[in-house]
């Protein structure tokens, strides 16, 4: 992979440094907050929530309510509920994919499912998804709870579409994007949108910050999505080629079997069927991903959408807040350099 491009002036790799600075202070509430509501008479609940919660991951959708929050200087506080609720509800849907997915490690530590077993992860994300609402019914913005509601249901729907995809080498593009769009882009979109709504800021405001959001998250799981096929454990959090034995379709799969000869093509539907799935295979599957070009194109579409994200700031004035949230895009992108 080619070296990625920085904005002009920035003498070091983009980092999210300056967006956990900006927010530091208000995610002490919200994890004060998040810390309060796991709790349960139940010492299950706590013990497995806690176990993914304090897992090392960066919380970068709470971060963006408050750095949005931040960016249209909002001074109140019913937005460090708000990301709780956010942070809950991303929390429930990765114990929810553990399962589905049969996974045994998530940032670099076995997970919940294959310590607890997948019935209560089940039911503890069941439990988050419960305190997620709590928190949103809490803060009485019928627009807030219509707008988070929405993408609980938009993200579920995104997992239905991405496991009846499983394991179907004709999954096209279009189809691939509907799937993160649900899984992934939504939850960013939301996060970022209420911001707007609890400073009561107008639907062009609202709808950009919505725009920044979304076009992040689609850059974010492109990035993934490439580097599942380019990185390691160490990097990636997850084993490298998860998503290969999985057979799930995404898009670098899409483009090399588009691209492929017959015999390309015969590798990539005996693979995604389920029949290799070698680390030999795996190695493969990687060579036939660069030769065609599909894991360069993918991260050249992940840099498109992160450009969108980017540009949909335009309509806010200069700050350290709309810098960081520029920044974190670069970030999301730089993750496969």
């Not at 994890?31 to 497995?48: F, K, T, W």
């Not at 029949?275 to 599909?294: M, V």
Request: charged share 25%; net charge negative.
């Amino acid at each position: 992979m080619t070296a990625t491009i920085h904005r002009i002036g920035r003498a070091t790799p983009p980092s999210l440094d300056p967006l956990m600075t900006l927010v530091a202070e208000d995610m002490n509430s919200v994890n004060a907050v998040i810390l309060d509501r796991m709790q349960s008479r139940i010492p299950l609940i706590p013990e497995l929530a806690g176990h993914l919660i304090a897992g090392g991951g960066k919380r970068m959708r709470p971060m963006l309510t408050l750095a949005c929050a931040r960016l249209i200087q909002y001074m109140g506080t019913r937005h460090h509920k708000l990301s709780a609720a956010v942070e809950f509800i991303h929390t429930a849907t990765l114990l929810h994919d553990d399962v589905v997915d049969g996974s045994g490690m998530r940032r670099g530590r076995k997970t919940a499912n294959i310590i607890w077993g997948n019935s209560a992860s089940v039911l503890v994300g069941d439990f988050l998804f419960s305190r997620s609402f709590e928190l949103m019914v809490e803060d009485g913005s019928l627009k807030v709870l219509k707008i988070l509601s929405h993408a609980s249901a938009v993200i579920a729907e995104g997992e239905v579409n991405q496991l009846s995809a499983q394991r179907r080498i004709e999954t096209d593009e279009e189809q691939y994007l509907d799937i993160i769009n649900a899984k992934t882009a939504a939850l960013f979109a939301a996060a970022c949108r209420i911001a707007a709504v609890v400073a009561e800021k107008d639907e062009a405001q609202e709808q950009a910050l919505d725009t920044y959001g979304r076009h992040l998250g689609i850059a974010f799981q492109l990035v993934d999505d490439a580097i599942d096929y380019a990185s390691d454990e160490a990097t990636m959090g997850k084993d490298a080629g998860d998503d290969f034995r999985d057979g799930k379709v995404t898009l670098p799969v899409i483009l090399a079997y588009a691209r492929g000869n017959d015999e390309d093509r015969a590798f990539w539907r005996a693979a995604i069927a389920g029949h290799k799935i070698s680390d030999d295979d795996l190695a493969h599957a990687t060579a036939l991903l660069r030769r065609s070009g599909a894991i360069d194109d993918t991260l050249a579409r992940a840099r498109h959408y992160g450009q969108r994200a980017t540009d949909a700031l335009g309509i806010f004035p200069a700050s350290k807040a709309k810098d960081a949230l520029i920044e974190a895009v670069e970030f999301a992108i730089a993750r496969a350099y």
